[in-house]
């Protein structure tokens, strides 16, 4: 897997210390910062969106990172290098539709390029630790709860559905609009990073809950055993995923308890009866395997 | 002129808070923040760049904004979209190359996508206020001294000629380097920010130092006369350019003084003789035109 290599060139690159988690925590400043892009034709069609969604959805995939890392979302920049055909009103909606997605932020700036044909769209956001612990998803431990948000525990996979059925050339559906426009967990993971003392794991599952778990489970070198749900497996759900100590939970409420933290076995995650012990394992299941790009 | 329409129609959907100068102040986080994107067949040509090259000028050009903010630049994050035929060496020489363009930041993260055809790099840089007053292109004030750094003074326009030579289908020169590597004002940069306390503005002259004059001029409502020195309408230069109380200058050292701010009048800026009076005056008698997009 390319992306993977490449990933591994950059560590050897720039060291390991502040990769690993989707933000960065830059301690000294007290704040988190990720970038995501998203690319015409590798991450959407421009058929499939209205300027609106798009603004939205590329804003909504970066606050999503810093809501799962605990911290506060605050700011963000925005470049966008754009095709010759792009007009005033795209711009105007683009932009109003990242208002709408924004969870608190403010945008402050960024770029406006041209692009010889496709659009490309990279936002980078940040967030403070202020009154928020922060989270690591090398922090979960054995007797930790998997824990989900009691209202999303029903909408894991349904973005892939969408996906799935914009691919196959439907225009409209509940879980289209699920894909395009992500509803985040903002309070449940505000709850959790501001009343948590704990060292503690938490995600979105923007590639999919068992891939967020997958990642935990790795990182922390444990292992995670949770009920079989539907749509383990399916990619941007944009969910909040954590691993938090048992006696926790009494301070927490709306939470759905999915699973919980054990020592490191043979499997890496247990899903049900089914076991993951590798990566690999991991895509080979993919029932859903219609994201645009993995 | 499109981008300009679509800059305002951003400020009208966003306000005009953190609109304005090239980094945005983050006052509260005590820090500054910018993001610019490369994109192939607008910014470069790959063929005119090497891998290191493309990796150095990317990181450069938005370490040279933090600078000319007055802050210290600390980290920034890197987005990379890239067509299939990308190979594990491009990344490690990219990376070896945005290292060398630092200047005391750090790589703390990013994002790498596929792209269906062209190159798209997108980097955000942070960096803090801390010891540093941070500048703005609204503060020059009549009186102010306009100073560049003694040692860059000859380098004006050197860039915009190496562009030039690309474009004529040289491969090498001094200019041609210059163009790929910029040099940024690293030292001068920081000695202004660091000693100064009235309010003062500061660029980098990525758009030539004309164009940064004139920005400078209109953001303060003021107007500028400086000498007509060799290179003021080449593009790309990456140097810095400020308006610092004349009092001030005796705390410094190594500037060079190229003309002073003077109460509003007809013009905008004028050089030697040449007054210019509106943005389009400006761009009419910019005698290079090479600029591969502006």
Redesign the interface.
């Known amino acids: 897997m390319k992306?993977l290599?490449?990933?591994n060139?950059?560590k050897?690159?720039?060291g390991t210390?502040?990769?690993g988690d989707d933000?960065?925590y830059?301690k000294d400043?007290?704040?988190v910062?990720?970038?995501?892009?998203l690319?015409?034709?590798?991450?959407f069609k421009k058929e499939w969106y209205t300027p609106y969604e798009l603004g939205y959805k590329s804003v909504a995939v970066n606050i999503s990172d810093v809501i799962a890392s605990g911290a506060e979302p605050?700011?963000i920049?925005?470049?966008l290098?754009l095709p010759n055909d792009i007009n005033?009103y795209f711009?105007?909606d683009f932009?109003?539709g990242a208002?709408d997605a924004l969870y608190g932020a403010?945008?402050?700036?960024?770029?406006?390029?041209?692009?010889?044909?496709?659009i490309?769209i990279?936002i980078?956001a940040?967030g403070?630790d202020k009154g928020r612990k922060i989270s690591s998803r090398a922090s979960a431990k054995s007797g930790y709860s998997i824990i989900v948000n009691k209202n999303s525990v029903n909408d894991f996979g349904k973005s892939s559905l969408g996906l799935d059925q914009l691919l196959r050339g439907i225009k409209k559906s509940d879980v289209i609009e699920i894909h395009k426009k992500p509803i985040l967990d903002y309070d449940f993971a505000k709850m959790i990073a501001s009343k948590i003392e704990s060292e503690y794991a938490m995600m979105d599952t923007s590639d999919g809950l068992a891939d967020a778990l997958f990642k935990i489970a790795e990182s922390s070198q444990v292992s995670i055993v949770i009920d079989d749900i539907n749509g383990c497996f399916g990619a941007e759900d944009y969910k909040i995923v954590a691993a938090v100590p048992k006696e926790f939970l009494k301070s927490l409420s709306n939470y759905y308890v999915l699973g919980e933290v054990v020592e490191k076995n043979d499997f890496i995650i247990k899903i049900g009866e089914k076991e993951f012990r590798s990566y690999k394992d991991l895509n080979l299941y993919d029932h859903f395997g219609g994201k645009y790009?993995r």
């Open positions: 992306e290599d490449f990933i060139i950059i050897e690159q720039i210390e502040f990769i933000c960065a830059l400043l007290g704040i910062i990720t970038q995501d892009s690319v015409e034709d590798i991450h605050k700011y920049t925005v470049a290098s005033n711009i105007k932009y109003i208002k403010q945008i402050v700036g960024g770029d406006i390029t041209g692009s010889s044909d496709k490309f990279s980078a940040i403070t790009e």
